[in-house]
């Protein structure tokens, strides 16, 4: 008997290690396109990836094969699939380790700012990767203690930005060949482990929870990286704790604790019983009204910001005042009285009228302001904007400043005088301010196209289309211009501009980028308001160093990143999910040779012999964000170096048209009617309304930048 016993163990033992073994033997034996296929069965919200499919025109053939369609995310060098770039797609659901393990070459992958939950996946498995980006998603639990033994390869890992808890394994010491670690925003607990990798060179652990003293090999990094460590002393100090205070109770205390809560538990189990019997006939009731309607929250969906949005405007149009008062036709009369005895008021305090700093859309004054239809545009860091529109038809945009309070009134008219009076091609500098001790009124001409960032972003019409590469040369070569002259105009301001972002820089008809809230850096009370200013996300702000002029290059980089890729970045984002980090994303795709990958679809179809000017102007746009300031350059370098590259590429570009036949004066031809064309098609999934209102609009778009 205990022969068939033993054979029957054996046999359960076998069969077991062979239903493990299997999945991994079934991954070795699957083509390319088959475990593509098997990931993309893992991932939920996959309607990014519907250019991932086996057809039967593919047959075989390797996604990486020249006859092969496009594979969205996939890349491929010499034909053999060797990374995976699907960062900012919103998937969800499982990552299958098995699938990945069977892609012989592969050394990179990316699935950073996504909606992936749970504990993470079992990447230790993958022992040949070099780079793997997990960032900015859910995933929760600990790191096993031997994560890092097997990873004798990797050189960059980043985990950052999720909830990963427990220690970090002292296994770290272990991956020998790592060059960059980020854990920072998790919540790892305990010490550090005494080692870190010995060729580590970036290492960030801030914004966690762990405790004890840095050790001294971890030293060699900036005291910022291990920040936001309540209880972890980069040095030991007398006056700060390095370890939490461990108050332990006495038994004969935790014993009563015990049956005191045993007695509440029954005394609430108790009073529970008694009222559900009671209550019982109540909530059928109230389920039965209420479950028809569960589908409540389906309907909901993830909103782009509204200063992306165009709103539609409605029939009956009403038209509010700029400050929030509501004027009709019946009662006009009135309404015209009570805004100018309002204006009045204002005009006859301490805070003055509305003082004009820039007379080139004529001289008006508050009243008039107070008379003017006006519209909502947006609302950002600094306050409300309004669009209104003048009884002498000028039209203007009106931005109601909070937090404006860190100088003096008399300081504060200084300054605005002398931004005032700026002149430059690629500067929309204010018309006139009103100041009020708890509030200001600045006043700017409206310009009708609005930001880039809603031509990039918004509802991709005409004006889209119309941003093709030469286009995009253009505003990146306008931008630096502008950026640099205020560098050299306001060389005394901490940060020059400081609010540099797509949202802020608006665009002429002729696309002729219009910088715009610049040189309010030492008008802003930054302890207030600590987030109104773009230049104070730069690295080394958030690291804890004061805000430089090289903060204002680092936000230039992001522009000329956001023009390149088309992306919007999750560095416009504060303390919210959403956008792709066009930081992370750029510099690791360069290390690993993917630049082809980071481009704009919609100009790299149209214009694939631009490729080398673009990649130049990419290698600008990562230099330009260096987390090393002292590597940054400054913006008069910046702005010369992006000179350089649109001589060059504008020079390409009119030898081409010139070989095509195109007209010598023709910013056209057929790269641009591909662009549009491209546009146009069924894969943007535009319709034609969009693009016919894009191309009326006039005085009801809401598009204008919002800082």
Known sequence: MAQPLLFLLVAAAAAAAAA???????AQNMTDAEALMQLKKSFTNSSSL????????????????SESHEWHGVVCTRGTLTGLRLNGLRLGGTIDVDALVSFRRLRSVSFASNNFSGPLPAIDRLTALKSMYFSDNQFTGALPEDFFGKLNHLKKLWLDGNELSGTIPASIAQATSLLELHLERNAFTGELPPLPPPALKVFDISGNDLDGVVPEAFRKFDAGKFGSNQYLCYVPTSDRPCKREQTEASSSKRVAMVFALLFVSTVVVALALRLCSNQRSRVRDFDSVHRGGGGDMEGLDE?????????????????????GRRTGSSLGGHR???????????????????????????VFGLTDLMKAAAEVIGSGGLGSAYKAVMSN?????????????????????????????????????????????????????????????YVLHGDRGMDYAALDWPMRLKVAVGVARGTAFLHAALAGHEVPHGNL?????????????LLVDFGFSGLINHMQSPHSMIAHRAPECVAGHLVSAKADVYCFGIVLLELLTGKFPSQYLHNAKGGTDLVMWATSAIADGYERDLFDPAIMTAWKFALPDMTRLMHVAVDCVELDVDKRPDMKE??????????????????????????????????????????????????????????????????????
């Not at 005009?347 to 003055?352: C, F, I, L, R």
């Open 20 to 26: 493990v073994a299997l999945p991994a033997a079934v």
């Open 50 to 65: 519907s250019s991932w499919l086996i057809t039967s025109k593919d047959g075989d053939k390797s996604p990486c094969a």
């Open 303 to 323: 909103r782009p910001p509204v200063y992306m949005v165009k709103q539609a405007s409605t029939t009956q149009k009403r038209s509010t005042s700029w400050l």
């Open 336 to 362: 015209r009285a009570a805004s100018a005895a309002k204006a009045d008021e204002l005009g006859s305090g301490a805070a003055g009228d509305l003082v004009m700093i820039n007379n080139c859309k004529g």
């Open 393 to 453: 038809g000028v039209a203007v945009v009106v931005k109601r400043a909070r937090d404006m309070n860190r100088a003096t009134k008399d300081a504060f008219e200084v300054e605005m005088k002398r931004l005032g009076g700026m002149r430059h091609a690629n500067l929309l500098p204010p018309l006139a301010y009103h100041y009020r001790k708890d509030e200001k009124l600045l006043v700017y001409e409206y310009i009708p196209k609005g930001s880039l960032l």
């Open 501 to 513: 972002k797509s949202a802020n820089i608006l665009l002429a008809p002729d696309f002729e980028p």
């Open 638 to 707: 910046a702005a010369a170096r992006v000179e350089e590259v649109v001589a060059t590429a504008m020079a390409t570009v009119r030898e081409r048209q010139q070989a095509a036949g195109d007209r010598p004066g023709d910013a056209g031809g057929t790269s641009r009617s591909s662009h549009a064309q491209y546009v146009r098609d069924g894969s943007m999934q535009r319709i034609t309304s969009v693009g016919e209102r894009s191309s009326r609009r006039g005085s009801n778009d809401y598009s204008y930048g919002i800082s």
